[in-house]
């Protein structure tokens, strides 16, 4: 299963979610690849689109594997099996949770126009493009956790079945459309999975 790009993919999920259309969810869309994704969703589902901010922190010398991820709030989500594996230093760490903090603070003042939407006692949907190791939503998912919200939903288009296994413990509900048994990389999942600017998203939130 290879999604034409990432509104296809939102497309497919947002059949997948109708269940929830009756509750009016919230769809949380994952900055920047989430954004498109969400916005198709909603497209499908109705309901309401805002954007949640988490942050992946990479290892130094491969930024794609997630040894860790900060989310709105002060949330700091470990991946200790990357960590332990890995031998990152405390340093190294360090360095990139504070390079990342400042790209977090930025992307608030870039995206977000005026408040979040409340999520208390909504139904609530996280959305990404995708799950490598799951760090990031287990983040998010923590996040939308401390808004006590009525009900709290992940949907990907693709995840490996270990950050499928992660978020299911932190959600009420999983809907992930394709569960690879090797996933190299999100981006095996797309045939256009451009980088996505500040202002196509912004765009999509508007």
């Known amino acids: 299963m290879v999604y034409p790009d990432r509104a296809a993919a939102g497309r ?11 509750s009016q969810p919230l769809v949380l869309g994952l900055p920047r690849g989430g954004v498109p994704v ?8 109705g309901g309401e689109l805002d954007v949640l901010l988490v942050r992946k922190l990479g290892l130094p010398w491969q930024p794609e594997l997630a040894m860790g991820a900060l989310g709105e709030g002060g949330v700091l ?3 200790r099996d990357v960590i332990d594996r890995s031998g990152v230093s405390q ?4 360095e990139v949770e504070r390079d990342e903090r400042i790209e977090l603070a930025r992307r608030q003042h870039a995206l977000r126009t005026g408040d979040p939407v409340s999520l208390t006692g909504r139904t609530v949907v996280i959305v990404d493009d995708g799950m490598a ?4 939503v287990v983040a998010a998912c923590r996040v939308a956790r ?9 949907a990907m288009p693709v995840s490996s079945p270990e950050a499928a296994r992660r978020a299911r413990h932190e959600c009420d509900e999983l809907v ?14 797309y045939r256009d999975f451009h980088q996505l600017a500040d202002d196509e998203v912004t765009e999509l939130l508007s």
């Open 12 to 22: 497919v999920l947002g059949t997948a979610l109708e269940h929830l259309r009756d």
């Open 38 to 45: 969400a916005a198709a969703v909603c497209s499908v589902l």
């Open 77 to 79: 989500v470990l991946n």
């Open 91 to 94: 340093d190294a760490f360090d």
């Open 133 to 136: 190791t799951g760090a990031t």
């Open 146 to 154: 401390a808004q006590d919200p009525e009900r709290l939903v992940v």
């Open 176 to 189: 992930c459309l394709w569960t690879p048994a090797e996933l190299g990389g999100v981006g095996m999942a």
